[in-house]
């Protein structure tokens, strides 16, 4: 029994290495993003039929319709939210899903505040981080397309699912200076987007195609 615990970690932690390198051929340059997916274990995001799986680097299903994001995708979104700062304070997450996003922010932002509408990936992973005892994630079962009032302002908004518009009440919530990372456009053509609040204007950049599902409005209990 003891051997096998044993063997399995020794397997994802040189299955992990590869995925690190692969990150870093495909372009991820930022060391802490690197270090914080380094540092989260995304075989406990996944289903155990997919285990074995965990560490390539692709989007897996995690029930609900929904799915566990590319840990590509994860890195570049978390690199473009950080952009020149070492650290975040404050950031909100639309989407918690299976919740691997939210453990890699939770590394790198003091308080990761993360809304998810399906009720049962909800209660997942909020078990899931109470059990590992980590005290700087805030969550909410709840339409997260007006975002988080009573929380705000935000120095950073990761949105996990797309949409065609952003939601308004995502850049009210934006802190001057802060930046909001989307999967922007209609199903089937998407891409990464950042929007970066400068007093009253917000600069857009567009890059890298992307396929997400759909941001969805209501819950589901
Ligand atoms: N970052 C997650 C991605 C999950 S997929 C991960 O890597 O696991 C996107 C998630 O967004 C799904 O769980 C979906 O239920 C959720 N979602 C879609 N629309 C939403 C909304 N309006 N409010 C909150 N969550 C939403």
């Given at each position: 029994?003891?051997?096998?615990i ?10 992990k ?5 692969t ?6 340059q ?8 380094a540092?989260?274990?995304r075989?406990?995001?996944?289903e ?12 897996l ?8 994001s ?6 570049l979104?978390?690199e ?8 975040l ?30 009720g ?21 079962h ?23 518009q952003?939601p308004?009440?995502l850049f009210a ?44 409005t209501?819950v589901?209990?």
């Amino acid at each position: 029994m003891t051997a096998t615990i044993s063997q399995t970690g020794f397997i994802s932690k040189r299955a992990k290495q590869r995925l690190i390198d692969t990150l870093r051929q495909k372009g991820i340059q930022n060391e802490a993003v690197l270090g914080a997916i380094a540092d989260s274990p995304r075989h406990d995001f996944v289903e155990e039929a997919l285990k074995s799986r965990a560490y390539e680097d692709k989007a897996l299903p995690i029930g609900y319709r929904q799915t566990i994001s590319q840990p590509y995708v994860v890195a570049l979104m978390t690199e473009q939210l950080l952009g020149k700062q070492s650290r975040l304070r404050a950031v909100l997450e639309i989407g918690t899903g299976s919740g691997f996003q939210t453990s890699v922010l939770s590394k790198l932002v003091d308080r990761v505040y993360t809304i998810e509408r399906v009720g049962p990936l909800f209660r997942r992973a909020r078990k899931y981080f109470s059990e590992q005892g980590i005290d700087n994630i805030f969550l909410r079962h709840a339409d997260g397309t007006a975002g988080w009032p009573t929380r705000r302002p935000f120095d950073g908004v990761i949105v996990t699912a797309a949409t065609p518009q952003i939601p308004q009440a995502l850049f009210a919530q934006l802190s001057e200076g802060g930046t909001l990372v989307a999967p922007e456009g209609a199903e089937g053509k998407q891409k990464l987007s950042t929007w970066k609040k400068i007093g009253r204007q917000f600069q857009h950049q567009s890059f890298e195609d992307v396929t997400f599902v759909p941001l969805v409005t209501g819950v589901e209990h």
